[in-house]
Structure formats: C-alpha cells, structure tokens
C-alpha cells in the first residue's frame, strides 16, 4: 500500500549513495595502481562502470542468498561448513570482480589472484566475527544500548572491511611491482658508509 514515488525517490536516492561507494572505490584501487589522472575515466565512464558493478554484485548476493537458504533447507551436520563454502566462493567472485573492473589501469586476471584470495579469507573472517559479536550485543544489553551497540559496531564492521580491500588490493600491486624487494634493496645499497 505504499507510494509509488517513495519507492522511486528511495531507490533513486540509493543508487546514488552506491555510485558514490563505487566512484570511491575506483579512485582508490586506481591510486594504487598508480594510474595517471589523464588515463582515469571521465564522469560518465566511471558512472557507467559503477553502475555495471552494482548490478553485478546485486545478482551475485540474490544468487548467493538463494544457495544459502537452499543449503539452510537441506539440514545435516553439514549445513554451516555449506554455507561457509558458498559464502566464500561468492565473497571470491564478488572480490574478482571488483578487483577486475574497477582498476582503469589494463591488468591481467591472473595478476589478481593472491589478493583476491587475501580479501576473501580475511572478509570470510569479519562476516563470523561480526556474527558473533552482534549476537553477543543482543544477547548481553538492554533495547536501547542493543541498538546504539549495533550501529557502532555495523560502522566498525564497515570501516574494516574497506581497510581489507585496500590492504589486499595494495598486496597485489607489491607482489607484481616486485615494490617490497625493490624497496628494501634501495634502501640497502643506498646506506650511507660509516667512517672508522
């Protein structure tokens, strides 16, 4: 019985929070891959990108919500070890593509792999971690302290979450840079000499 303009405008509204989350995206594994500025996309181009991962990862997590239930649905001994197998295969496509196409710079898939792994584990982790905890909130605190917990923690969940993207984003550029011998060589052979 709701409007219809309101369904517009919140998804409207939506969409330009998500284009926003992914124009940051973009911007931040581009300075890791050290892109020039002239080689970025323009507004449009990065719009259009934004909006194709949006779309991407919106049939990724229906697709990935439809196996969960269905494993949830089959019952067994095995059913958590299942949902944490296909929450990591869809955490690994979810990370592929991004990693992939929001990255201006043209790199090969294979140069991704360790840290799409990376942030597949380490993203794996924060999602039980993050289960336990909120959880343990509601089970251990009044309504009024439950919420006020459960957005702070939501804000913390979040901000780690990106710290795992970038982090694993920058160890794919180390490892195919070859950045952290490079650097630790210069460093030792520019060492200025000691005098008796």
Do not use: D, K, M, Y
């Given at each position: 019985r709701g409007h219809v303009a309101a369904v517009i405008v919140g998804v409207l509204i939506s969409l330009w929070g998500g284009?926003?989350?992914t124009n940051a995206i973009q911007n931040a594994f581009d300075q890791i891959w050290a892109v020039p500025r002239k080689d970025r996309p323009d507004f449009l181009q990065w719009r259009l990108k934004g909006l194709g991962l949006i779309l991407c990862l919106g049939l990724l997590f229906v697709v990935a919500t439809a196996l969960s239930g269905l494993i949830t649905s089959l019952g067994g001994p095995w059913v958590k070890v299942?949902?944490?197998v296909v929450s990591l295969l869809v955490n690994f496509a979810i990370f592929l593509t991004a990693f992939r196409f929001m990255t201006s710079a043209t790199i090969g898939t294979s140069r991704l792999w360790i840290g799409v792994l990376t942030?597949?584990?380490?993203?794996?982790?924060?999602q039980l971690v993050g289960g336990l905890y909120i959880n343990h909130v509601y089970r251990h605190a009044s309504s009024v302290y439950?919420?006020?917990?459960?957005v702070l923690a939501l804000i913390v969940w979040l901000r780690l979450g990106a710290q795992v993207t970038v982090y694993s984003a920058e160890i794919n550029?180390?490892?195919?840079r070859r950045l952290g011998l490079a650097a630790c060589s210069a460093?030792?052979?520019?060492?200025?000499?000691?005098?008796?």
């Open positions: 284009l926003g989350i299942g949902g944490v942030a597949t584990v380490l993203w794996q982790i924060l439950s919420n006020f917990a459960l550029t180390v490892l195919n460093r030792l052979s520019h060492r200025p000499t000691r005098r008796p």
